[in-house]
């Protein structure tokens, strides 16, 4: 079993920055990638970025390629999701997961509203 928390969402204007955080718990032993999703009023639940605990591979959704950046600290089992120059799309519920051998967990959710 792995838990998940979220935190660090909140509003902020548009060209702003804020940084996500996940802490994990549990099994984190058996984690080989967490990542980040997020979901807007009325749209289905879309990838933002992986990060893959073997190797540090770093994939990102094209829609925030060069903005947002994904990362690791492994001495306090949490992943990071900074934000920079937000735009009003940016806005939605975001999530961690982490992904074991069979098994996928989740955390709550963190809110994200950036106004215009």
């Known amino acids: 079993q792995v838990q998940l928390v979220e935190s660090g969402g909140g509003l902020v204007q548009a060209g702003g920055s804020l940084r996500l955080s996940c802490a994990a718990s549990?099994?984190?032993?058996?984690?080989?990638?967490m990542e980040w999703y997020r979901q807007a009023p009325g749209k289905e639940r879309e990838w933002v970025a992986s990060?893959?605990?073997?190797?540090?591979?770093?994939p990102y959704a094209a829609s925030v390629k060069g903005r947002f950046t994904i990362s690791r600290d492994s001495t306090k089992n949490t992943v990071y999701l900074q934000m920079n120059s937000l735009k009003p799309e940016d806005t939605a519920v975001y999530y961690c997961?982490?992904?074991?051998?069979?098994?996928?967990?989740w955390g709550q959710g963190t809110q994200v509203t950036v106004s215009s």
């Open positions: 549990g099994s984190i032993f058996s984690i080989g990638a």
């Open positions: 990060i893959n605990t073997r190797d540090g591979g770093t």
């Open positions: 997961n982490a992904h074991t051998y069979g098994n996928t967990y």
